[in-house]
């Protein structure tokens, strides 16, 4: 009869265990070099969302003549705001249609 020592068994699972993993230039080769795109998301719409609280901060303070700014100063930043908020709108729109666009593909 033939007995396998503890030690044996282990050592051969590590062998095996180490054959199975993918080498280590594979897994970085997979991940893609440059920006996150949901890095670079998240923060356009932070900054989106800051020009819209700092337009109603401005045209709150200005109603209750509470701030130094100008009617051209305020108006100004809610229109930055406005547009800023229509672009990421169109820009999602756009990434939208383009998976829509890929999901119809035949395979």
Avoid at 28 to 46: C, H, I, S, Y
Avoid at 80 to 107: C, G, H, W
Wanted: without cysteine; proline residues 5%; charged residues 25%.
């Amino acid at each position: 009869m033939n007995t396998i020592s503890a030690d044996h068994l282990l050592s051969q699972i590590r062998t095996m265990g180490r054959e199975l993993r993918p080498p280590e230039s594979a897994s970085q080769a997979a991940r893609p070099e440059g920006p996150d795109f949901g890095a670079m998301l998240k923060t356009t719409v932070d900054a989106v969302n800051d020009a819209q609280k700092y337009s109603s901060e401005l045209k709150t303070g200005f109603e209750a003549g509470t701030t130094d700014k100008s009617l051209a100063e305020v108006m100004i930043a809610s229109q930055k705001a406005s547009l800023s908020f229509r672009a990421v709108t169109e820009v999602r729109n756009k990434l939208i249609t383009a998976y829509q666009d890929i999901m119809n593909m035949p395979v």
